[in-house]
Structure formats: C-alpha cells, structure tokens
T-cell receptor
C-alpha cells in the first residue's frame, strides 16, 4: 500500500522550455501533496505544499510563478517548471499524505531527474 | 538552532553490529516522528514512525523517542551492507502539515 508514482522519471529539456511533472497516489487518496527538490549530496528542500482544490503554499524563496503547482484531484498533483534554465536541473520528488492515515507520514514518489541544457 | 539536527556522518559500522542513529529537535510540541532511508540517487522511503515515548520495534529496526530530551533515535540490529544509505529524521511541525527533515546521516556497513 501507499504507493506514489511520478512521471516522467527523467527528462532533458532545452533552456527556456517548460516541463510538467505528474505525481499520483495509486492506492490511496492524498489530502496533501508536497514537492521537494534535492541537489546532489544535499538534503531535501521543501518547495511547496498543495491541498486538493486550493492554491499551493510555497516555501520562502521559491518562485511560485516559475514552479506552478496544480492539485486537481485527491490522487494527482502536477509541478510545471516554466522557462527552465540550467540552474533548475535537479532531482524533483513529490510526496503524499494519506487521507485515511492517522499521522503526518509522507510517502514519496520515485523522483524526476530534470536536466536543462 | 536548526529545527531538526542529525550528525551528517559518515557513520561506519561493521556488518552484524548495531548501528545507532540520533536526532534532536527543537519544537517541544512536536508529536510525530519519522525515519526515512534514502539510497544514493533514489527517493526517501519511510521505515519507521513513532508517536509515543519509549521504543517501537519493527524487525531489525527500533525507534526510540524521548520527548523530555527532545531526542529520537534509530537502532539497526544485525547491520547488513544493504543498510548502507542516508537516514533522514523527520518531525512534524506543530500546527503545520509539513515535515521538517534533518540533514541526514550517511551510514556505511562494512562487510
């Protein structure tokens, strides 16, 4: 149980283009989904928290116009990196909280490795 | 003071021994505590959750919580080379939905 998928697993795009990453909870409904970014040999950095049907809450320093988050249903959230640049190259990971869960545990997707050339 | 602190390591433990990982947190009102394992190049995987003072055992893993000392630990018994990974401590922030993660401790089990 508690499986989260992400698509694509790896993407290479040219500078200036936009990239959409999907995050799905496969066997549970997610009240809340989270988006993280992780640079090599660094810890997870929370980018934003999204709740189904409402606007995402972004962490300080994260540009909401650059990283667009949509949480249209209890099983799907998307992150769009707009006008991507090489410095946006990173490992993007989503996680989800189970609506039926008793605590605040988060289940992580496998991540999306973005390379901007 | 960081909200969640871990020794970054690396922590090197011989195969078969007990690996002990420690974590301290600053928010005395925190109620939920988690340990995640992250292999290099992969995403984190939840391995233990603990909510009450004391010990919680699951297979070779034991989580220990001491709220008075604001301290969480993870013990791995009979360590295996496959346990070599970075272990992340995570704490629920009071009044928020998010978890705060420590920097992680890199554990290496030597055959």
């Amino acid at each position: 149980g508690a499986v989260v998928s992400q698509h694509p697993s790896r993407v290479i795009c040219k500078s200036g283009t936009s990239v959409k990453i999907e995050c799905r909870s496969l066997d549970f409904q997610a009240t809340t989904m989270f988006w993280y970014r992780q640079f090599p040999k660094q810890s997870l950095m929370l980018m934003a928290t999204s709740n189904e049907g409402s606007k995402a809450t972004y962490e300080q320093g994260v540009e909401k116009d650059k990283f667009l988050i949509n949480h249209a249903s209890l099983t799907l959230s998307t992150l769009t990196v707009t006008s991507a640049h090489p410095e946006d190259s990173s490992f993007y990971i989503c996680s989800a909280r189970d609506l039926a869960g008793s605590g605040y545990e988060q289940y992580f997707g496998p991540g999306t490795r973005l390379t901007v050339t | 003071q960081k909200e969640v602190e871990q020794n970054s390591g690396p922590l090197s433990v011989p195969e078969g021994a007990i690996a002990s990982l420690n974590c301290t947190y600053s928010d005395r009102g925190s109620q939920s505590f988690f340990w995640y394992r992250q292999y290099s190049g992969k995403s984190p995987e939840l391995i233990m959750s603990i909510y009450s003072n004391g010990d919680k055992e699951d297979g070779r893993f034991t989580a220990q919580l001491n709220k008075a000392s604001q301290y969480v630990s993870l013990l791995i018994r009979d360590s295996q080379p496959s346990d070599s990974a970075t272990y992340l401590c995570a704490v629920n922030v009071r009044g928020a939905q998010k978890l705060v993660f420590g920097q992680g401790t890199r554990l290496t089990i030597n055959p």
